[in-house]
Nanobody
Framework: QVQLVESGGGLVQPGGSLRLSCAAS????????MGWYRQAPGKQRELVAS???????NYADSVKGRFTISRDNAKNTVYLRMNSLKPEDTAVYYC???????????????WGQGTQVTVSS
């Protein structure tokens, strides 16, 4: 099993920035990718960004150029730097861990508890 603990959510004004962190522990050997999903009220959970242990990344079109995903393999931690935040970025953000195989990401077995991000003036 892999345990994921998120931190860094909160309330920010439009145009502001936040950084989310997610630390993984447990059976780390079974994963080689981590990512962030988000779910807004009344909407489906959607992938925001993902990163492999080798540094390959993928972003949702809605966050390209504003969000940056990175990871510290030594600390088993993934970060999501969110700039130029918009009210539509308001959601619960979930960390996830899984596999990166032949250019594709596979998530679904491991999730964090979620952290609320609210963008409002």
């Amino acid at each position: 099993q892999v345990q994921l603990v998120e931190s860094g959510g909160g309330l920010v004004q439009p145009g502001g920035s936040l950084r989310l962190s997610c630390a993984a522990s447990g059976s780390i050997f079974s994963i080689n990718a981590m990512g962030w999903y988000r779910q807004a009220p009344g909407k489906q959970r959607e992938l925001v960004a993902s990163i492999s242990s080798g540094g390959s990344t993928n972003y949702a079109d809605s966050v390209k150029g504003r969000f940056t995903i990175s990871r510290d393999n030594a600390k088993n931690t993934v970060y999501l730097r969110m700039n130029s935040l918009k009210p539509e970025d308001t959601a619960v953000y979930y960390c996830t861990a899984g596999k990166y195989i032949s250019g594709s990401f596979y998530f679904g077995n491991y999730w964090g508890q979620g952290t609320q991000v609210t963008v409002s003036s």
